[in-house]
């Protein structure tokens, strides 16, 4: 079928289908990371969210049942992925039936896509398809951008017509890429193919980052703690990024209390961009935790009650100081 621009204008068409808003809609996701990064735990946690219904990510989500392809893991380890998430955040027994997990499941071209199409056929309350890992379902050959992009293609469209998401886990390369959609194992034709690109990577030794990149909504990274088998969102990685680099100068002040600092300065004690420090000096001059002490020269503020600032320090650069005075040239 074909429309001229205006007719695409006039036409009212069915709203896009959330199935987690903001965060997963029907049709193809790829969830992706490097072993032991937790990807499968991930996919459980969101799985066992929508069939409580409680929500993802601080959003709410479609109630529903969801199939769970385990074709990598034994039947002992998924029970014991779930007891972690069971024993820190208890499944409902209704939302316990809601997911059910095969074990053994044929490939595409071997009779996994009608399987697959009989199941949504006789559970219309389906809201989600996971795949773990992609590699065990996928065609035996396929090679290159085409032949990914075709048959992925199919699972996408499979899942548009039954209103499902069907989300594929899946490895990332060896290598490191400068890109992150670069990442992906394979071809472009997997990362080209999916309405949503998740990427779980290493943020930091306590945190990892949830790299978010898709058709339908505003790309954006989440940081992510795994404790005991749960994945808990702690907040935009952006947000998080601005409140240390607030607290390092804050950190970089207070601990020279004594040294008449320029935004440069305050720059290679923090390891943070200059433009960044020159932009952030106001806030702490208006919020009075520092002092204009000359042009272009800031000193920790002397009236400042330390102990009713709601800053914890942080481990930073050390300032020598044995000068009360740092040459700005």
């Not at 799985?47 to 479609?62: D, K, Y």
């Not at 049942?65 to 069971?86: I, T």
């Not at 996994?112 to 773990?132: A, S």
């Amino acid at each position: 079928m074909d429309y001229s621009a205006k007719e695409l204008l006039e036409t009212n068409f069915s709203p896009i289908q959330w199935i987690i808003p903001n965060f997963l809609v029907e049709g193809l996701g790829v969830l992706g990371g490097k072993p032991k990064q937790g990807k499968s735990l991930f996919a459980i946690n969101i799985a066992i969210s929508i069939t409580e219904g409680n929500g993802f990510l601080n959003n709410g989500c479609q109630i529903g049942d969801v199939a769970y392809l385990s074709l990598e893991d034994s039947y002992r380890v998924f029970k014991e992925r779930v007891k972690l998430y069971d024993a820190k955040k208890h499944i409902s027994e209704i939302a316990s039936r809601r997911l059910r997990v095969y074990f053994d499941f044929p490939r595409m071209g071997e009779g996994g896509i009608e399987k697959l199409k009989h199941i949504l056929k006789t559970n219309t309350d389906i809201r989600m398809i996971v795949i773990d890992p992609l590699v065990k379902f996928k065609p035996v050959k396929t090679n290159g951008y085409d032949a990914d992009y075709k048959y992925l293609s199919i699972l996408k469209t499979l899942g548009e017509r039954h209103n499902v998401a069907i989300l594929l886990v899946h490895h990332l390369k060896k290598a490191k890429t400068s890109d992150a959609i670069d990442g992906f194992s394979g071809s472009v034709g997997i990362t080209g193919a999916a309405d949503t690109l998740m990427l779980l990577r290493t943020y930091n030794q306590d945190l990892s980052e949830l790299l978010m990149i898709g058709k339908n909504i505003e790309d954006r990274s989440y940081a992510m703690r795994l404790k005991d088998g749960n994945w808990d969102v702690i907040g935009l990685i952006e947000e998080i990024q601005r409140s240390e680099g607030l607290q390092k100068i804050y950190d970089c002040f207070k601990e020279n209390p004594d040294v008449i600092f320029s935004p440069g300065d305050i720059a290679s004690c923090t390891d943070l961009k200059v433009k960044y420090v020159k932009k952030k000096l106001p806030n702490f001059l208006q919020e009075k935790k520092i002092d204009r002490v000359g042009h272009g020269q800031y000193q920790f503020s002397k009236s400042l009650v330390l102990d009713k600032v709601p800053m914890k320090s942080t481990t930073i650069k050390k300032i020598d100081n044995s000068s009360k005075h740092i040459d700005n040239n």
